[in-house]
């Protein structure tokens, strides 16, 4: 027999008011006031663009953003197109791209190590409420750049800073001093059924 409407409506009512109670509770432990590092890995798509969601989100908020790239930036990226240009962003790209197009280990390092000096400086600079290492895991995958020194660097950034980095194959390190880990799974992609990468949704 199924329910009248009238207890189906007290159910759910007293199901609701529980779950308020519990989040209610939660949100009443959570005291503490401090930038956070979130960490996107994983082999499926969005790592990126969610880091650039939070972009737009602190934005939003009237925050100022630091963005570093690692691998990418040898093509048009439409993140780079979009908030390069805006007043409370600050842009670095490696700009050598994937490092099977290089093939110029040398080189490589060189890049990274550009980079990284930038995004240290901007880990030291207490104007920046948000900043993006998008890519950054494939730097210690590869040995470019030291993990003990960028750890570091994040360890004793301005206490209300927020980083977001990105990349698959997150060393364990990352994992332990993130304060969110978000691991994105690959199900199905269209590359591998042979479709192009296509602007507005690859880059």
């Known amino acids: 027999m199924s329910q009248a409407p009238s207890d189906r409506a007290e159910r759910h009512k007293a199901r609701m008011e529980k779950l308020k109670a519990h989040v209610d509770s939660q949100v009443a432990k959570a005291t503490e006031e401090r930038g956070i590092i979130v960490l996107l890995t994983g082999n499926g798509k969005g790592k990126s663009s969610s880091a650039f969601g939070m972009v737009a989100r602190a934005l ?3 925050q100022k953003v630091g963005i570093v790239q690692f691998i990418k930036g040898a093509w048009d990226c439409g993140e780079q197109k979009f908030f390069a240009g805006h007043d409370r962003v600050t842009f670095h790209i490696m700009g050598t791209g994937f490092t099977w197009d290089t093939q110029n280990r040398d080189a490589d390092i060189a ?3 550009q980079v990284w000096e930038e995004g240290k400086r901007l880990l030291q600079d207490d104007s920046y409420d948000l900043l993006v ?3 950054i895991t494939y730097m210690f995958k590869y040995d470019y750049l030291p993990l003990e020194e960028i750890t ?3 360890v004793n950034r301005p ?3 927020n ?3 990105t ?3 997150a060393a364990k390190e990352l994992i332990e001093l993130a304060d969110t880990v978000t691991e994105l799974g690959d199900i199905k ?3 591998r059924a042979g479709i192009k990468a296509q602007p507005g949704v690859e880059f």
């Open 111 to 113: 890049a990274a190590r």
């Open 189 to 191: 992609h269209a590359f």
């Open 60 to 62: 939003g908020h009237g």
């Open 167 to 169: 990349g698959r194959g």
């Open 152 to 154: 570091h660097a994040l």
């Open 163 to 165: 980083v977001v980095l």
């Open 133 to 135: 290492f998008d890519e």
């Open 159 to 161: 206490v209300n800073q």
